[in-house]
């Protein structure tokens, strides 16, 4: 069988912009027709995808995939981290959860197995692909982790993979980082190093070739493209958009719980114009907002005492609070959890209990019909449960048959994850905000593909020809 | 001829700063007379000394140090104003005209050797700081910051890189690698900041990294959230908002004046900026006016009559402006100078040496907020005064007077007392309808004292003080 040709992207350190290139990427070449498919071995990130069959993947690949226009796969990222503590990750293999290892238990895990899950499902993408991008992780050049790699040249190697090596050139020491990488690689993997790119730059480019020219001579590889600061409306990896106090008609806030995780739910209510969003850290002043949100946590007691000082500023805020998943069951007033009780926010009274779910799709029914929802109640929503909260008398909506979440006079909250992506739902708790505020509604704005944006963009600032020939099979 | 001592990074944000600032509290408690410098420096927030604006890490940095920041500690600051503009400060002073760009040597290294030259006769240790990359190879014509000052005095360089980003061991060789051959001399070894995890798996690394980089590793600093120490800009030990100002407060910027740190804390609160009040400003940009305590009555009266403040402070205080005079600033505000208060002052000698607890005894105002709370301070020379409310009360005697919106005392250090400081930054916020800060109030002077020290007993630990010392003595000769 024919094995689908591969292209790498490894980064100088973490953050360099890898998972946002691989994206644009993932676009232009599916646009040409190529089955694409994205990669990542070992993925440590706090936001998850759960597939039609409940399988559970990095939020990134399948964005990826989306970009891809292809169904996101297990395979895609074979090994998920979910942090809980600083020691502590929940670990995903191929979708499903295996439990919260400690870092030692993970270390032996991925020594016994660990490379042979990423073989296996890079195997199984090579064959239902035509092509498949595999983003590495941090640095390619730690060379005292190099023994336990399995997701940079590890997998380059047993993918065969040319490989584009991209360096952030927003803080400083771009050329420093590039050099360097390539110094302390091995030259059998400097030799897999076809190209270099430099990402989120911004200035005058003239102001930059000549020290384009110097790099491409000291290290003998061609810059194969120069990315502008691109700012699309596609999340980044694993790190929360920080957006400074930007002002909008209807601002809302989202905790910035210390663990947080599944963040990603309330970025729709940005397609909404006249919405900015903004994220709170606790102990920061709150600010001017119209509604305040509170998002999932991967650890909810250590998030609860962390807002321990907040706690009666956010009970005097006088503004919506919306809660999803853990951050639903924060807003109660007691909160079991594993036989032991913890005190909530206490914005609504009494208690509920957390309990384990296989993650799961869910189609969902509202059944609220007071304020906002009036004219959403019965309307059939999806979205996706990663944790159960069971516990309340005026429920959200139902889940099957299930009665799910809160609705009380200024307070709301669920377990299901993407509420706001069904854009009725999203729509309808905006305007209602902008009604407080006395603003006329808004409705929601048919956004252009943004893959579609940056796969222009990328087109642009990339050498589009070299790297199509590394891919056409040049080595 | 005073010895240097120059920290470089490998990127910005590695963490230099905190760095510099425990190693001049380091060499300040070894007895050495030890001050910060950094030529060019991009930032925000910026510091008040007596003689100008510098950047807010080297005023800390000199607070670590036990001495006065200058400006000439740092004698190039840029304030981004947003999309391109920026403002230059040089050597205290706003130049609105300065124009930097171009063959930025020709302007800017004369006044940075200017500066340096001064500072190397006062102290004899020199610890300076470097800015983003020193190899940004396209941009080396350019650079001011980095070798280009570190050439000037032939300082010995510690390369620092940031191990938490990743990446930390490719970037120190390739920087070493992109230095010309006279600059890759200067540098003495290499720093890894803000590491966390097992020492233990560290090791072969760092032993391939002083084989492949050329020079030994002369410390591992861990990351470490009880010191804050992850913050370039602000320490951590000030947490900035990073955006505008919400919150303006004006001090005059009177000649001979002093004890200006009475008004350095106010920064200390999120969106506040204080702002320098020289010639022909509008004063009714600022949310408060400090007339600060001067060594120079007459000077000083001269200044703000020739700027017509005294007319303008007569119809902010009628608005409601809250205005504080402190020292000699209260007696300038009183019936014999310039009438804003219908006090009558009495110039006297200090009545108290040393600290005192004063209580709060106005009752209106935004002091009013703070009744009955008692405050650590002390009296400069000040003056007896009759006519008003008193604004204290020290055991039992009156202290200053609060008429208004106007409030004067000879009390020192007020603003070091965080709740009385916040209850005047949210009584500011109040009238501007801003919701009041709600974070966590950073008590004074004490508290950064206490985490300089521990920065420094933290470098103790982890750098490799001898080679360092060895390095320090290697300075000017390459």
């Known amino acids: 069988m024919k094995l689908a040709a591969t292209l790498m992207i490894q980064g100088t350190s973490s953050h360099v912009g890898k998972s946002v290139l691989v994206t644009g990427l993932c676009r232009v070449f599916a646009r040409r027709g ?22 559970e993947l990095g939020g990134a690949q399948a964005i990826q995939a989306e970009a891809a226009m292809t169904e996101p796969l297990v395979e895609m990222n074979p090994i998920l981290l979910k942090p809980v503590t600083d020691t502590i990750a929940e670990v995903i293999v191929m979708g499903r959860s295996q ?64 490989v584009l090596l991209v360096g952030d050139i927003d803080p400083g020491g771009v050329f420093a980082y590039i050099v360097g990488t390539l110094e302390l690689l091995t030259p059998e993997e400097r030799a897999r190093i076809k190209g270099l790119i430099i990402n989120k730059f911004r200035g005058n480019i003239e102001l930059l070739k000549p020290g384009l020219k110097e790099l491409e001579e000291i290290t003998g590889v061609p810059v194969m493209g120069v990315v502008p600061y691109l700012s699309l409306d596609i999340p980044e990896e694993d790190t929360v958009p920080w957006s400074p106090a930007a002002s909008g008609d209807v601002e809302i806030g989202i905790m910035y719980l210390p663990h947080i995780s599944n963040f990603t739910d309330f970025h729709p209510l940005r397609r909404i114009p006249g919405v900015s969003l903004r994220y709170i850290r606790p102990g920061q002043p709150f600010g001017r907002l119209d509604a305040l949100m509170v998002p999932g946590s991967k650890n909810i007691a250590a998030d609860l005492c962390s807002l321990q000082d907040s706690k009666d500023a956010i009970k005097n805020l006088g503004v919506p609070v919306v809660g999803i998943g853990e951050g639903y069951a924060m807003l109660a007033r007691e909160i079991l959890v594993g036989g032991q009780k913890i005190p909530g926010l206490g914005l609504i009274d009494g208690s509920v209990e957390l309990f384990p779910l296989l993650p799961r799709r869910a189609a969902a029914r509202i059944v609220a019909d007071k304020e906002w929802l009036a004219d959403l109640a019965g309307l059939d929503i999806e979205g ?50 902008r009604r407080r505020k006395g603003l006329d509604p808004a409705s929601l704005t048919i956004q252009e593909d943004p893959y579609e944006a940056l796969a222009d963009a990328l087109e642009k600032a990339l050498d589009m020809e070299a790297i199509s020939r590394l891919v056409g099979g040049g080595n | 001829m005073a010895k240097y001592l120059m920290l470089q990074g490998v990127a910005s944000n590695v963490g230099k700063s905190v760095l510099a600032a425990g190693l001049c509290r380091l060499f300040h408690q070894e007895g050495c007379k030890v001050a910060p410098f950094k030529a060019w420096n991009m930032a925000l927030n910026s510091y008040m000394t007596p003689t100008g604006e510098i950047g807010r890490s080297q005023g800390i940095q000199a607070e ?17 104003r947003g999309e391109g503009e920026s403002q230059v400060v040089v050597q205290g002073r706003v130049q609105e005209d300065l124009r930097l760009g171009g063959p930025l040597s020709e302007t800017a290294m004369p006044i940075v050797q200017a500066s340096l030259e001064r500072l190397s006769k006062e102290y004899d240790l020199i610890i300076m700081e470097g800015a983003g990359s020193p190899v940004e190879i396209n941009l080396r014509h350019r650079d001011v910051a980095n070798m280009g000052v570190a050439l000037l005095v032939k300082a010995p360089v510690l390369l620092v890189a940031d191990i938490d980003r990743g990446g930390a061991l490719a970037a120190l060789v390739g920087t070493m690698r992109l230095f010309r051959p006279e600059e890759q001399a200067l540098v003495g070894g290499f720093i890894l900041n803000k590491f966390r995890g097992d020492a233990g798996i560290l090791k072969p690394a760092l032993r391939i990294l002083e084989e492949r980089g050329g020079r030994p590793v002369l410390g591992v600093v861990p990351y470490r959230h009880d010191l804050l120490i992850d913050d370039e800009d602000s320490l951590g030990l000030e947490r900035t908002s990073g955006g505008p100002s919400s919150i303006k407060i004006g001090v005059f910027c009177l000649p001979y004046m002093s004890n200006y740190t009475d008004f350095v804390p106010l920064s200390r609160e ?28 007459t000077e000083s009266l001269q200044f703000l009559a020739a700027q017509d403040y005294p007319r303008q402070l007569a119809s902010l205080i009628k608005g409601g402006t809250p205005v504080i ?17 219908p006090i009558k002052t009495e110039s006297h000698p200090p009545r108290q040496a040393g600290t005192v607890q004063a209580q709060v005894a106005a009752e209106e105002g935004w002091l009013g907020r703070a009744f009955g709370r008692r405050v650590k301070g002390y009296l400069g020379s000040g003056a007896k005064t009759s006519g008003a409310a008193p604004a204290f009360t020290i055991n039992g005697d009156p202290e200053g007077v609060q008429f208004g919106s106007v409030l004067g005392t000879s009390l020192h250090g007020l603003f070091e007392d965080g709740r009385l400081r916040r209850a005047f930054i949210n009584y500011l916020r109040e009238g501007k309808n801003l919701p009041p800060l709600t974070g966590p109030i950073l008590e004074g002077g004490q508290l950064r004292q206490e985490a300089y020290d521990l ?23 390459g």
């Not at chain 1, 009665?403 to 729509?427: E, K």
């Not at chain 2, 010639?279 to 305590?293: H, M, N, Q, V, Y």
């Not at chain 2, 019936?335 to 208060?341: K, P, R, T, V």
């Open chain 1, 34 to 55: 190529l089955k694409v498919a994205p990669f990542k071995g070992q993925n440590m990130a706090p936001n998850s995808y759960i597939t039609a069959d409940g399988g």
């Open chain 1, 99 to 162: 439990g919260k290892l400690a870092a030692k238990e993970y270390q032996e895990f991925k020594g016994e197995m660990g490379l042979s899950v990423v073989k296996e499902a890079l195997k199984r993408l090579r064959e239902q692909f035509d092509l498949v991008i595999i983003e590495g992780a941090g640095s390619p050049a730690e060379v005292n982790l190099r023994a336990e790699d399995i997701v940079n040249m590890t997998v380059a190697h047993i993918a065969d993979a040319p």
């Open chain 1, 384 to 433: 996706y449960q990663v944790q159960g909260v069971r516990g309340n008398r005026e429920p959200f909506c139902l889940i099957g048959e299930e009665a799910d979440g809160v609705a009380a006079p200024g307070v709301w909250g669920t377990s299901l994850h993407g509420l706001f992506d069904n854009d009725q739902v999203a729509l309808a708790f905006i305007n209602y905000l």
């Open chain 2, 64 to 80: 670590a140090a036990g001495i006065l920041p200058t400006a000439d500690m740092n004698p190039l600051l840029i304030k981004p």
């Open chain 2, 270 to 297: 999120e969106g506040v900026a204080v702002h320098y009040i020289e010639r022909k400003e509008d004063l009714s940009d600022f949310d408060a006016l400090i007339i600060p305590d001067t060594e120079n009555l």
């Open chain 2, 325 to 341: 005079g402190i020292g000699r600033g209260l007696i300038i505000l009183g019936q014999d100078y310039l009438g804003l208060m």
């Open chain 2, 455 to 477: 920065l420094a007993e933290e470098l103790r630990r982890s750098l490799n003080i001898p080679a360092i010392l060895d390095l320090v003595e290697r300075s000017g000769r």
